[in-house]
């Protein structure tokens, strides 16, 4: 059990783009329970691996509702093969960007094709929320906030909060 800290917006970390993982090893299985322990911490229903500042295309989930025994899901360079041609707006939140939510419009539904714990080709069709959380987290491998999406005036606002909360912590 590793829970580690999770970055906040304006950590330059989370706006990188991340690197393939060449083989599932220890290393990686580590990092996936670790990344697992401080979702279920937080709690969230998705992490990517910038979010703890590794720089690698892993990503969990877990969206089992809270009475539901746990569905831990693991990523391992995850792509998106297909998206659905209609789009759905749900309000979406980010460990990154603490406290706040905000409506997002995105694809109702996606395929998905990564490499699992296993070491196994996986490609899976989802929609609703599962949907949302995948493309969520699969923007977080390449330096993409849902804020992104949010119109120019409430994006800088966000932002500027967090500036000013940063600025303050450092003194
Ligand atoms: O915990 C989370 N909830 C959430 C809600 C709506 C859309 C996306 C998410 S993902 C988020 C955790 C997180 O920041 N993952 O990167
Ligand atoms: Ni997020």
Redesign the pocket.
């Known amino acids: 059990m590793a829970v580690r800290p999770?970055l906040v917006i304006p950590d330059a970390r989370l706006r990188a783009v991340a690197d393939p993982v060449q083989g599932v090893d220890d290393e990686i299985k580590t990092l996936a329970q670790d990344m697992l322990d401080t979702?279920y911490d937080?709690?969230?229903?998705?992490?990517?691996a910038p979010?703890i500042g590794v720089m690698k295309r892993v990503?969990v989930?877990d969206l089992a509702g809270e009475d539901e025994k746990p569905e831990p899901m693991v990523l391992i360079n995850p792509e998106i093969t297909k998206f659905g041609d209609e789009m759905q707006v749900?309000?979406?939140?980010?460990?990154?960007?603490p406290e706040l939510?905000y409506e997002?419009e995105r694809p109702n539904a996606v395929t998905v094709k990564y490499t699992d714990l296993d070491g196994n080709e996986v490609e899976k069709a989802a929609e609703g929320?599962l949907a949302?959380?995948i493309q969520?987290?699969l923007?977080?491998l390449d330096g993409v906030l849902?804020i992104d999406y949010l119109s120019r005036l409430k994006r800088d606002r966000v932002l500027k909060k967090f500036e000013k909360a940063a600025k303050r912590a450092a003194g």
């Open positions: 999770i979702m937080a709690p969230g229903i998705g992490l990517a979010q990503v989930m749900t309000e979406e939140g980010c460990l990154s960007i939510f997002v929320k949302v959380c969520h987290e923007d977080h849902y």
